[in-house]
């Protein structure tokens, strides 16, 4: 399976995937990623997905990416949702392993997720790095782990209060972002998604503003240039990932660098995330 970057589509979108920003004109089109987390059973999980492929029209799902990222207990059951009704949505891993096979009792490798029909798989999320103590090294491998199924990553990074009380969370940022892209090539590279994550912001209610997001994301995009040349990041997408609710992800949006959200307990609301959706670039 390829990975779903800019250049391949979510089911039944195919005309719409490289489809421009009608306000930005960057060429990224926007990507509206629901985290789950640890939440919604199987049956739980259809009915949502339901609500949203209905509320959603045509036109603003070909503008708009949408994805839901599902505890790994559901994707059989949104899988064959997506495929049997031909549903205009992608889905994806909360996490896998970096090895591809083998004793590793409790783990999800990405070919199992590809399998699955998994378009992306987070890594790297800052609940993972807290609770389960994943460094960058680890990230890094993850996200190989992804390319080698065919699965792009939606890598995350981000600081703690403490750090941007500091004043020092650019320079975490950026250095957490080249330690989780080790040894990811710019071919590779040029199909990643990046979700910057102000932690101090997750669950809390609490949200950067619209400018912090700016120049974070700006500066997560200064760093991929450095990286792997200004053609590349310009074409990477960032998104915001810091309690985005409908209320605030339309100013979030009109951002230069904000590419869209990865929404995490709005995305539980069926009525919410369409409303985040339709905040995105107009249909």
Same mark, same amino acid.
């Given at each position: 399976?390829?990975?779903?970057?800019?250049?391949?589509?979510?089911?039944?979108?195919?005309?719409?995937?490289?489809?421009?920003?009608?306000?930005?004109?960057?060429?990224?089109?926007?990507?509206?990623?629901?985290?789950?987390?640890?939440?919604?059973?199987?049956?739980?999980?259809?009915?949502?997905?339901?609500?949203?492929?209905?509320?959603?029209? %045509?036109?603003?799902?070909?503008?708009?990416?949408?994805?839901?990222?599902? %505890?790994?207990?559901?994707?059989?059951?949104?899988?064959?949702?997506?495929?049997?009704?031909?549903?205009?949505?992608?889905?994806?891993?909360?996490?896998?392993?970096?090895?591809?096979?083998?004793?590793?009792?409790?783990?999800?490798?990405?070919?199992?997720?590809?399998?699955?029909?998994?378009?992306?798989?987070?890594?790297?999320?800052?609940?993972?790095?807290?609770?389960?103590?994943?460094?960058?090294?680890?990230?890094?491998?993850?996200?190989?782990?992804?390319?080698?199924?065919?699965?792009? %990553?939606?890598?995350?990074?981000?600081?703690?209060?403490?750090?941007?009380?500091?004043?020092?969370?650019?320079?975490?940022?950026?250095?957490?972002?080249?330690?989780?892209?080790?040894?990811?090539?710019?071919?590779?590279?040029?199909?990643?998604?990046?979700?910057?994550?102000?932690?101090?912001?997750?669950?809390?209610?609490?949200?950067?503003?619209?400018?912090?997001?700016?120049?974070?994301?700006?500066?997560?995009?200064?760093?991929?240039?450095?990286?792997?040349?200004?053609?590349?990041?310009?074409?990477?997408?960032?998104?915001?990932?810091?309690?985005?609710?409908?209320?605030?992800?339309?100013?979030?949006?009109?951002?230069?660098?904000?590419?869209?959200?990865?929404?995490?307990?709005?995305?539980?609301?069926?009525?919410?995330?369409?409303?985040?959706?339709?905040?995105?670039?107009?249909?």
């Amino acid at each position: 399976m390829a990975p779903l970057g800019r250049g391949r589509s979510v089911r039944g979108t195919e005309k719409g995937k490289n489809r421009v920003s009608k306000d930005k004109g960057t060429g990224r089109r926007t990507l509206v990623a629901g985290n789950w987390k640890m939440n919604l059973n199987h049956l739980e999980a259809i009915a949502l997905v339901q609500k949203i492929a209905f509320d959603l029209k %045509p036109a603003e799902l070909e503008t708009v990416e949408v994805v839901v990222i599902p %505890p790994f207990t559901d994707l059989r059951s949104v899988q064959t949702l997506v495929d049997g009704d031909k549903l205009a949505l992608g889905y994806g891993g909360q996490d896998l392993s970096p090895h591809g096979s083998g004793a590793h009792t409790g783990d999800i490798s990405g070919p199992l997720l590809a399998k699955l029909g998994c378009s992306y798989v987070v890594v790297g999320h800052s609940e993972r790095r807290a609770d389960h103590h994943e460094d960058d090294a680890q990230v890094a491998a993850k996200a190989k782990a992804a390319y080698a199924a065919g699965i792009t %990553p939606i890598l995350c990074v981000g600081e703690v209060e403490e750090i941007r009380a500091a004043g020092t969370h650019v320079e975490h940022v950026l250095g957490q972002l080249a330690g989780s892209l080790a040894g990811i090539t710019a071919e590779q590279a040029a199909t990643i998604v990046i979700a910057y994550e102000p932690v101090w912001a997750i669950g809390t209610g609490r949200t950067a503003s619209a400018q912090d997001a700016q120049d974070m994301c700006a500066a997560v995009r200064g760093q991929l240039a450095r990286l792997y040349g200004d053609e590349v990041a310009a074409g990477i997408r960032v998104l915001y990932g810091g309690s985005v609710k409908a209320a605030n992800a339309g100013e979030l949006f009109t951002m230069p660098d904000v590419d869209g959200g990865l929404v995490g307990g709005a995305s539980l609301v069926a009525e919410e995330f369409v409303g985040i959706v339709r905040s995105g670039p107009p249909a």
